[in-house]
């Protein structure tokens, strides 16, 4: 099976409170403590690691929801995600995106 790598140089932001609890777009209840993202085409279950180009701190997430829904954003983190890489006191930044599954 052939497997594409794609890495996208890309804004991201981050979501929580008050969508903490609530059904996502695939279904999963969002927990903003997990390490889960929101992408407008990247299907359900894809793996990626976002990287701060800032920080060059990276993290894994699963794509579980679509969004965001701002027009220069690419990718919202959950809160973890945010917090580990260090983009939640920033609240938006440019990251790296690549899939890794």
């Not at 929580?16 to 889960?36: C, K, L, V």
């Not at 793996?47 to 701190?57: D, P």
Request: glycine share 8%.
């Amino acid at each position: 099976m052939l497997t594409l790598t794609l890495t996208l140089a890309s804004l991201a932001s981050w979501y929580g409170i008050p969508y903490h609890g609530r059904r996502t777009a695939s279904g999963e209840i969002y927990n903003m403590n997990a390490f889960t993202a929101a992408h407008r085409t990247l299907p359900f279950g894809t793996k990626v690691r976002v990287c701060n180009t800032s920080t060059k701190r990276c993290t894994n997430v699963v794509i579980n929801d679509r969004g965001p829904f701002v027009h220069d954003r690419d990718i919202d983190l959950s809160r973890a995600a945010a917090d580990a890489i260090g983009l939640r006191s920033m609240g938006v930044g440019q990251v790296t995106i690549t899939t890794i599954r």
